[in-house]
């Protein structure tokens, strides 16, 4: 793995308070901060003490900028304070490629889901994912280290978040562990706060907030498939609310540090039976859909991949989805001439038809947006909704739900 346990002081970037406010600036001006005292949080935390090397994507490849590298020190110090996510924590897989681990999120993100939040004076907040322990440093400003809880699966990430938060001045409440189970010990809190998405809410969340309080977190089927929800605890046997108009997307929760190994692919092989068919729904739903294709996802599982088939030459010929037991869907982009895509799929699972049947759905609920989705939490079952529990769209499974800690 890569990460970076190095500690810089303050003075790495002498005119930092200039450039913080700055940022506070431009977030106000993006919409994304509005309240005085989380523009006072994100004006008073130096962003650089939380992240001295980072990674940047580039044409296809991982650029490291570290304040202690002379060759790209000043990319690094002017990157720090602009509205960029950071990756920080990198795993390398020698068949997948980088898994990005941690990061420090988008700052007008994060100000965006602290201001949703809507936390008073008094609140006592639980942020699952330290991660670099930004988020946790501008809680702590906003309400004190005594009302302030943070955990993270990663141990050398919340070592090294500690020691940059006490270097502040700032001793919030940091554990290590599985986050997915909370932190009972401590509860019950005003509100939780998750900056990695998980596949269905994690009912221990729901009994450690309090009536009243409040969970923010994506919830993500897979790739392109989630978005924040904002919930409330409105019972004891129940948390509802409804997903974000405006949309985000966090790395998964895991149940263990390092990344998670990767299951398998099963090829198909090209003289498998298909089935063909036609469709007037749009091929590139993944992309164009979002909420469509959340629907979808619920039914594949998280492990499906999505694409494109076609050659450099001639660019993308069709869209394709494929599962780990060898499925795949191939849709073709261009219609023939009654406006019909040919879909081919070969496997034991029709993946298109889960698309098909998702858009019905989709259709008969009036084709909600994201803001009129809810999500209702019981101990039991996790139902999405359009508008109201009387149009039910799809349960999310909740097999992750008992997943149990493995707090260190
Ligand atoms: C986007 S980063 C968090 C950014 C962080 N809030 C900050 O301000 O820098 C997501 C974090 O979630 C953590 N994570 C993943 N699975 C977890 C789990 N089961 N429990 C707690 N944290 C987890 C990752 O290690 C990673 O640090």
């Known amino acids: 793995m890569t990460t970076s346990t190095t500690s ?22 993006a919409g994304k901060l509005s309240s005085p005292q989380w523009r006072a949080a994100v004006e008073d935390v130096p962003r650089h003490v939380f992240v001295p090397r980072f990674y940047l994507h580039r044409e296809g490849r991982m650029v490291a900028l570290a304040a202690d590298d002379p060759g790209t020190r000043q990319e690094w110090a002017d990157t720090v304070y602009t509205n960029t996510a950071l990756v920080t924590l990198v795993d390398h897989d020698k068949n997948n490629g980088p898994v990005y681990l941690s990061s420090s999120s988008t700052p007008g993100l994060m100000t965006r889901m602290l201001e949703a939040l809507d936390i008073h004076d008094g ?44 270097q502040l001045g700032y001793r919030p409440t940091l554990v290590t562990g599985d986050g997915s189970a909370g932190l009972p010990e401590h509860a019950p809190f005003h509100r939780i706060i998750a900056t990695c998405s998980v596949p269905s809410i994690p009912w221990s969340w729901v009994e450690q907030t309090r009536i009243g309080g409040r969970i923010l977190v994506d919830v993500r089927a897979g790739t392109n498939a989630g978005n924040l929800v904002h919930l409330t605890r409105t019972a004891q046997d129940r948390a509802d609310g409804n997903f ?15 990344a998670d190994s990767r299951i398998p692919y099963t ?6 039976p298909a089935t063909t068919s036609t469709t007037t729904r749009d091929p590139r739903t993944p992309w164009t859909q979002p909420v469509v294709w959340f629907l979808t996802a619920m039914r594949l599982g998280s492990s499906y991949r999505i694409g494109y088939a076609g050659d450099p030459q001639n660019g993308p010929r069709a869209v394709t989805i494929t599962t780990p037991d060898g499925s795949r869907a191939e849709i073709a982009l261009a219609t023939d001439d009654h406006g019909h895509h040919t879909v081919r799929e070969t496997g034991p699972v029709r993946l298109w038809q889960h698309v098909e049947h998702a858009h019905q759905i989709w259709d008969q609920a009036g084709q909600p947006p994201w803001q009129s989705l809810g999500l209702l939490v019981t101990p039991d079952t996790q139902t999405i909704y359009a508008d109201t529990i009387d149009t039910p769209l799809a349960t999310i499974p909740s097999a992750q739900q008992t997943q149990k800690g493995n707090r260190a």
Do not use: C
């Open 123 to 166: 609140h006592t907040v639980l942020e699952i994912g330290t991660g670099t322990g930004l988020n946790a440093a501008w809680l702590t400003h906003r309400l004190g280290e005594k009302h302030v809880y943070s955990i993270d699966i990663e141990p050398d990430l919340v070592d090294t978040a500690r020691a940059r938060l006490a």
């Open 8 to 29: 810089i002081g303050l003075d790495t970037v002498p005119d930092w308070q200039d450039r913080s406010a700055a940022l506070a600036d431009d977030l106000v001006a």
């Open 267 to 272: 090829r198909t092989s090209a003289d498998l």
């Open 244 to 258: 974000d108009a405006t949309g985000a997307t966090f790395m998964g929760l895991r149940h263990n540090p390092g």
